[in-house]
Nanobody, 128 residues
Framework: QVQLVESGGGLVQAGGSLRLSCAASGRPFINNYAEGWFRRTPGKEREFLAAISSNAYNTRYADSVKGRFTISRDNARNMVYLQMNSLKPEDTAVYYC????????????????????WGQGTQVTVSS
């Protein structure tokens, strides 16, 4: 059974930082899986934030977080991270990591429907 488990969420003041972690288990992690981070707030569609290729060579970011968030992965530890800096109240949401099977090590996936594994989410709250 494949599992993705997020951690690292919490309450932070505007301008602060958090690092989210996503632990993957139950599969050969480096086996052609791209990873991504998304978030959802009540009443809104799930929003793509960042994605990284299987070999970590390529990344993509949403305009809303570009320059503030950084996605990374440690395949040896089966971990994916999202470093979030300069947080704003509008970043308040439940954050999810996800994994998508890909055919090449350099493929980045930004479409949520292509992800077939999702974590349970971790709450991030940014106070003003």
């Amino acid at each position: 059974q494949v599992q993705l488990v997020e951690s690292g969420g919490g309450l932070v003041q505007a301008g602060g930082s958090l690092r989210l972690s996503c632990a993957a288990s139950g599969r050969p992690f480096i086996n052609n899986y791209a990873e991504g981070w998304f978030r959802r707030t009540p009443g809104k569609e799930r929003e793509f934030l960042a994605a990284i290729s299987s070999n970590a060579y390529n990344t993509r970011y949403a305009d809303s977080v570009k320059g503030r968030f950084t996605i990374s992965r440690d395949n040896a530890r089966n971990m994916v991270y999202l470093q979030m800096n300069s947080l704003k109240p509008e970043d308040t949401a439940v954050y999810y990591c996800a994994a998508a099977p890909v055919s090449t090590l350099t493929t980045v996936v930004v479409v949520s429907q292509l992800y077939d594994q999702w974590g349970q989410g971790t709450q991030v709250t940014v106070s003003s």
